[in-house]
Each structure stands twice: as structure tokens, then as C-alpha cells.
Antibody, heavy 120, light 111 residues
Framework: QVQLVQSGAEVKEPGASVKVSCKAS????????VSWVRQAPGQGLEWMGW????????NYAQKFQGRVTVTTDTSTTTAYMDLRSLRSDDTAVYYC?????????????WGQGTLVTVSS | QSVLTQPPSVSGAPGQRVTISCTGS?????????VHWYQQLPGAAPKVLIY???NRPSGVPDRFSGSKSGTSASLAISGLQVEDEADYYC???????????FGGGTKVTVL
């Protein structure tokens, strides 16, 4: 069965960086895009960016351009999301999801989420 | 301000039918990009409820149905049940922004 298992919760100080991992299993990793979606406390869902599973190309939301990098390691079928220059309003649950892309496909599998807390 | 507009909340008695609207524009829903719906139960990750405008994944009750017309889409829940209390989100793609877009979410309350 398809599974996306994310790394554990993180606490970071403002200005620091965080890297969240997402281990995929149960499907051919390179056949699907992986996206990252976040949800601040009590707020809605916000798409951050995706990476093509087959080509490794990326697309990021304008809001996060220059501050986020999404990568994959196909040898370990793991995706990573690196967010830099953290601010208090980056406190959120970060989800990796299978899907994305400019054809408008949806997100059929979600990781369990990783809580990132930014606080001094 | 979300690119896709949803009502913040809807409510209904058990057994009733409720609908949630998702209004977009000519660069997303109106451009033909599919609409997907997600259900988020309290404290859980979202899960897909409807994909490609009208399709239900296996395991999703047929009480849930999706439709799309013009620049809008709707999610209908018929025979509302207590366990349907959750937040619901629509999602599509916007070609002007070149971004995935979500609605702001709708909280469904069963009275």
C-alpha cells in the first residue's frame, strides 16, 4: 500500500532553516510528482511547491520563491522540503503529498504531517 | 484571500442534504482544470473525497458527490451523518499563477 512517512516534529529559532523528509513506499516513486502543503494552526491548506518524480523539475508558489527548495533522492525514494529564514508565521504542520503538476492532478495520498514550530 | 472561494461554514440536521460551493475564475476552474475535494477530520491529515470533479475514490460513501459548471464547483453531502463533521477543501490549478490553489475551507456542522 502507498505510504508517505514524514520525519518528526521540529522546533526552530527565527532565522534558522528546517529540512523535512518524506519516505515514500508502495509505488513507483519516479512515476508521480510530490508536493508540499502546509497548514498553520487553525488555518486552511496552502500549497508550497512540487517536484516532478520523473524529471526532478520543480515549481514553487510565488510566496515561497527563494526560501524553499524541494528535492528527491530516487535511490531512497525520499522527498525533502527545505525552508530557510524561518519566521514565527512559518509555524505550521507540513504535509508531503503525492500529486501535483500543471495538468491539475489532485493529491491522492498524504503524509502524516510534520509540525514545525518557530519560536525564540 | 484564497483564489478559490468557499463559504466558511454550512450546517444541517442528520439526514439532510448540504452543498458546499467553490467559486473560481477563468484561469482555474473555468479553464477546464479539474476540481478535487478533501475532507479533514479534527486532528487528522486531509484525505481525498472527490477527484477529477465527480469521481469518488474507493471507500468513499456515495453520499458524497461532486459537480462542476463554468467557473464553479460543488460538493454535496446527502443523508448527512454526525461523522461528516469536518473541514472540507476544494483544490484546482491556476494557469495564470502556475500554482496549485485551494479554497479557504468550509466547516460542516451537524446540528
Amino acid at each position: 500500500q502507498v505510504q508517505l512517512v514524514q520525519s518528526g516534529a521540529e522546533v526552530k529559532e527565527p532565522g534558522a532553516s528546517v529540512k523535512v523528509s518524506c519516505k515514500a513506499s508502495g509505488y513507483t516513486f519516479t512515476r508521480y510528482d510530490v508536493s508540499w502543503v502546509r497548514q498553520a494552526p487553525g488555518q486552511g491548506l496552502e500549497w508550497m511547491g512540487w517536484i516532478s518524480g520523473s524529471k526532478g523539475t520543480t515549481n514553487y508558489a510565488q510566496k515561497f520563491q527563494g526560501r524553499v527548495t524541494v528535492t528527491t533522492d530516487t535511490s531512497t525514494t525520499t522527498a525533502y522540503m527545505d525552508l530557510r529564514s524561518l519566521r514565527s508565521d512559518d509555524t505550521a504542520v507540513y504535509y508531503c503529498v503525492r500529486g501535483g503538476g500543471s495538468t491539475g492532478q489532485g493529491f491522492d495520498y498524504w503524509g502524516q504531517g510534520t509540525l514545525v514550530t518557530v519560536s525564540s | 484571500q484564497s483564489v478559490l472561494t468557499q463559504p466558511p461554514s454550512v450546517s444541517g440536521a442528520p439526514g439532510q442534504r448540504v452543498t458546499i460551493s467553490c467559486t473560481g475564475s477563468s484561469s482555474n476552474i473555468g479553464a477546464g482544470f479539474p476540481v478535487h475535494w478533501y475532507q479533514q477530520l479534527p486532528g487528522a491529515a486531509p484525505k481525498v473525497l472527490i477527484y477529477g470533479n465527480t469521481n469518488r475514490p474507493s471507500g468513499v460513501p456515495d453520499r458524497f458527490s461532486g459537480s462542476k459548471s463554468g467557473t464553479s464547483a460543488s460538493l454535496a453531502i446527502s443523508g448527512l451523518q454526525v461523522e461528516d463533521e469536518a473541514d472540507y477543501y476544494c483544490q484546482s490549478y491556476d494557469s495564470s499563477l502556475s500554482e496549485v490553489v485551494f479554497g479557504g475551507g468550509t466547516k460542516v456542522t451537524v446540528l
